[in-house]
């Protein structure tokens, strides 16, 4: 069981920065592919971002490309979401996931974390 805990969350104007963390309680974080995914209040959650174990590839949601950028430091067992130009739709709570295969389908995502509260004020 690899546990999971979100970081770095918290209430911000809109045009700002947030980095949310995620850090996993084992090493063999590094073997997982790294996701971010979103719920707002009254929605399903959504795919954010995702990083492969190498950080090869990256994939990021439309609604998050050229504002959001996910990264990872495998020293620290770490995930990261740089998330700048933040805008009120962008309120939700976030949770980190990682999968053992390479893919943004939620479904795929075997460990999650409890999730972190970001709001963007207008």
């Known amino acids: ?26 090493r063999t974080f590094s073997n997982y ?15 954010v971002a995702a990083i492969s174990w190498r950080g ?7 609604a998050v490309k ?5 990264s990872r ?3 620290k067992n770490t995930v990261y979401l ?7 739709e962008d309120t939700a709570v976030y949770y980190c996931a990682i999968s053992r295969i390479w893919t943004i389908t939620m479904s795929q995502y075997i460990y999650w974390g409890q999730g972190t ?3 963007v004020s207008s």
Do not use: H
């Open 82 to 88: 740089q998330m700048n130009s933040l805008k009120p």
């Open 73 to 75: 430091d495998d020293a």
């Open 1 to 26: 069981q690899v546990q999971l805990v979100e970081s770095g969350g918290g209430l911000v104007q809109a045009g700002g920065s947030l980095r949310l963390s995620c850090a996993a309680s084992e």
């Open 66 to 70: 050229g504002r959001f950028t996910i």
């Open 33 to 47: 592919v790294k996701g971010w995914f979103r719920q707002a209040p009254g929605k399903e959650r959504e795919f």
């Open 56 to 62: 090869s590839s990256i994939a990021y949601a439309d």
């Open 117 to 119: 509260q970001v709001t």
